[in-house]
């Protein structure tokens, strides 16, 4: 059995086989086995090494060495040079984007300049989230311990505060400022929350960071209740996320164990006590004052602001509500700095995003990047491009409060101004992709289709004029709309926008608004045309057997549900539309492709 | 446990588990399994309770651990090996076969089988 001491790593991501990666695994192979070393190295394709502006990459291990822009032909260089004469290839190697230097020796194989920047998810998929020795093995509650120790709360809020982190749940509200309002309020009493209830469909940061590591978040809890003088803990947690609970109480109860929980922390004085609130998983109760009440035992239902939860929150008493990622960065700008943190981001967004990358890419993921990244960089280079090879169409971002982009929003750095100018919004870091299959009216209507029954019903804009809005859009997507309806469609978005009480009612038009200011064509083909270009609205398409190519097999006429395809055995066959269900199983069954959409 | 009593005790503690947990130099063959609740549905619990059962048949000496999320929802499961001396190396799309064959191939002969994940991000420490 060969025991090799070498190892070739050849990029297999999407990116370096378009720049022919794979002839370049044959060539080191084939060159390899012309020198008799294929016994001492081995050459292997690897998934996507997230360098794909400087494929294709190859590896080198284990002499930290990575090659870049490597072409076929310069394979027999590396194996000559380097493998067999322990001489990197100058001019091949890695260039160090910050410095402009080649990098002949990364002794450090993690530190290349990547795309994405682990902050927030810093130690999920690194630490055991069950044994709270390895959070501290990781420096875990040294912040709790330094603000405990070395600042007042005043001066925790003013590290928070210039550090410029801001809400990471959808609004993007300025962190410190929110504590410093919550630190301003006088009562006897003072909450500090965590929404957990994460309710945008198709996000699962929040959940990720909980299952991951929960202590981090206790310990901004717990941050956060020095600087506004609180001694009481709530985390709301949707029942939904059992293992996120599991972990949380066993974070908990070790913290207590330790004394970094519990009374009198570390000596210092503080109090500070954590307790779990379960939600039933209602959109509506992930809004901060329809959290409140849902914590207090009440109906979810939301109300007025002002006052704010800073003021009056939690049993009336001043409440700082925040979400899971935002206290997830709050230990590490306390350990690295408020400097640290702002170096990171744009002008007017600070740090990471994290991003549940979901839809039409070939790398879905949890991903985190630093704001002001690009669209493009997004799906591109950390998603690998778009699945089968199709054609990109539009991304949504902020979920059913958020919108859809095209192709021409590609390259703005995300933050939350650009997002919000696009038409769309952050959100809490839900992003979906869609290809050339997605119709956008249908999209619209699928957001829609969530937010009707997620209303809490208390304001009527939102209870009934989302019923309209939804109803509208349903005779589009049925080829009955008129060009009048797209005007009703608008301004009706915008009453409820301007109306409803909370954010649900608020945002929830969103998704129609982006639409029709991106994909107006599409719009009009449906009323005007009767057509669905994506061939996505069933009462819009048609379903057509090409004779040319059908073989007359019969699988699609023995698969059809409702016997809507005639033909003789080795013939042609024809489909009924008018009895036809477009199930599209036909498709399916067909070895030959005949089928099309019409 | 007992309770930590101030910074510098926790100063201390950290390093003790640093010891424990990132040693400078490892000396045992480590793997750390993606076990979010996106991972343990894909399969992750039972390749880890089978790689356990493996590893001791093969009379392996390997510390397993759980982690959370790695990112890599496109190749659940996934899992991160770190042998002594070697570059830690992160797997995906690990069913048993797989697993197997990571044990007898990779950590037993140092020969890397399918599935191989380059990170792609950074983490700040
Ligand atoms: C309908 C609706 C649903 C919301 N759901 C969530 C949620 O699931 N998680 C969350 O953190 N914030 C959610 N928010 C935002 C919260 O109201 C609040 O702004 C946030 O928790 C504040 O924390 P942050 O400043 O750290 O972002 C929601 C808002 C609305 C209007």
Redesign the pocket.
């Known amino acids: 059995m060969a025991t090799y001491n070498k190892h070739i790593l050849v990029c297999g991501g999407s990116c370096c086989t378009s720049g022919n990666s794979a002839q370049i695994a044959d060539n080191f192979k084939s060159t390899l086995a012309e020198k008799n070393l294929s016994n001492d190295v081995q050459v292997i394709q690897t998934g996507c090494f997230g360098l794909c502006d400087q494929g294709p990459v190859v590896k080198i291990m284990p002499d930290n060495t990575i090659y870049t822009h490597v072409k076929p032909n310069d394979v027999r260089r590396i194996v000559e040079e380097h493998i067999e004469g322990g001489k990197k290839v100058e001019d091949l190697l890695y260039v160090n984007p910050i410095t402009g230097e080649r990098v002949e020796d990364n002794k450090e194989p993690n530190k290349f300049h990547k795309k994405q920047i682990r902050i927030a998810l810093r130690n999920c998929g690194v630490i055991d989230p069950e044994n709270i020795k390895d959070y501290i093995a990781h420096d875990g509650y040294m912040a709790l311990a330094k603000c405990l120790t070395e600042y007042t709360p005043e001066q925790v809020i003013e590290v928070v505060s210039a550090s410029g982190l801001?809400?990471?749940?959808?609004?993007?509200?300025p962190?410190g400022k929110?504590w410093a309002s919550s630190a301003r309020a006088k009562a006897d009493q003072k909450y500090v929350v965590c929404?957990a209830?994460?309710?945008?469909p198709g996000a699962f940061m929040?959940r990720s960071i909980l299952e991951g590591d929960p202590n981090s978040v206790l310990e901004a809890m717990a941050i956060c209740g020095y600087a506004i003088g609180a001694d009481k803990g709530l985390i709301y947690i949707r029942a939904e996320y059992p293992l996120a609970i599991e972990r949380l109480k066993i974070a908990i109860s070790q913290a207590e164990e330790m004394g970094l929980l519990g009374d009198n922390i570390m000596n210092s004085g503080f109090n500070f006590h954590i307790e779990l609130r379960y939600g039933a998983g209602a959109?509506?109760c992930?809004?901060?004052t329809a959290l409140i009440h849902s914590m207090e035992g009440k109906r979810g239902e939301p109300t007025f602001k002002p006052p704010r939860t800073s003021e009056k929150g939690y049993n009336l008493k001043p409440t700082n509500?925040?979400?899971?990622e935002?206290y997830a960065n709050v230990p590490i700008i306390i350990t690295k700095g408020a400097e640290w943190f702002s170096s990171i981001g744009t002008a007017n967004s600070k740090g990471t995003k994290v991003f549940a990358l979901a839809g039409k890419v070939n790398n879905v993921g949890l991903i985190e990047v630093p704001m002001g990244t690009t669209l493009r960089e997004i799906i591109y280079e950390i998603g690998g491009g778009i699945k089968d090879n199709k054609k990109f169409k539009a991304v949504q971002t902020g979920g059913p409060?958020g919108g859809c982009l095209t192709e021409r929003h590609l390259d703005i750095p995300i933050d939350y101004k650009s997002l919000t100018q696009a038409g769309s919004m952050m959100g809490?870091g839900g992003m979906v992709i869609m290809d050339e299959s997605s119709c956008m009216v249908s999209i619209a209507k699928f957001y829609l289709d969530f937010t009707v029954p997620e209303s809490c019903g208390k304001c009527t804009p939102c209870r009934i004029g989302n019923k309209r809005l939804y109803e509208m859009l349903d005779k589009i997507t049925k080829g009955n709309g008129t060009m009048e309806d797209l005007e009703h469609l608008r301004n009706l978005s915008v009453v409820i926008k301007d109306t409803a009480l909370?954010?649900?009612g608020q945002?929830s038009p969103n998704p129609i608004l982006s639409t029709l200011d991106n994909f107006w064509d599409e719009y009009v083909e449906h009323v005007q045309d009767k057509k669905c270009r994506a061939g996505a609205c069933k009462d819009l398409v048609q379903y057509e057997i090409n004779p040319a190519v059908c073989v007359g097999c019969t699988a699609c006429s023995r698969n059809c549900p409702v016997e809507a395809i005639k033909g003789e055995l080795k013939k042609p066959h024809q489909i009924d539309n008018s009895i036809c269900i477009k199930c599209g199983t036909c498709i399916t069954k067909c070895k030959f492709n005949a089928i099309r959409i019409k | 446990m007992r309770k930590v009593q101030s910074l510098a005790d926790l100063q201390s503690l950290r390093d003790e588990f640093r010891a424990e947990f990132c040693p400078a130099d490892v000396k045992k063959v480590q793997v750390k399994i993606a076990m979010a609740t996106c991972g343990i549905a894909a399969g992750a619990k039972q390749v880890m309770n089978h790689m356990v059962e493996k590893s001791k048949e093969l009379g392996l000496d390997i510390d397993f651990t759980q982690a959370g999320c790695m990112g890599y929802c496109y190749a659940e499961p996934t899992l991160e090996v770190s042998v002594p001396g070697r570059e830690s190396v992160v797997f995906g799309y690990v069913d048993e076969t797989r697993a197997d064959e990571i044990l007898t191939k990779y950590i037993q002969n140092n020969e890397l089988v399918e599935g191989i994940i380059p990170v792609n991000y950074e983490t700040t420490d």
């Open positions: 801001s809400g990471r749940g959808g609004a993007g509200f962190t929110k929404n209830d994460e309710g945008d929040d959109f509506v992930g809004e901060a509500v925040n979400n899971v935002t409060s809490s909370c954010g649900l945002s």
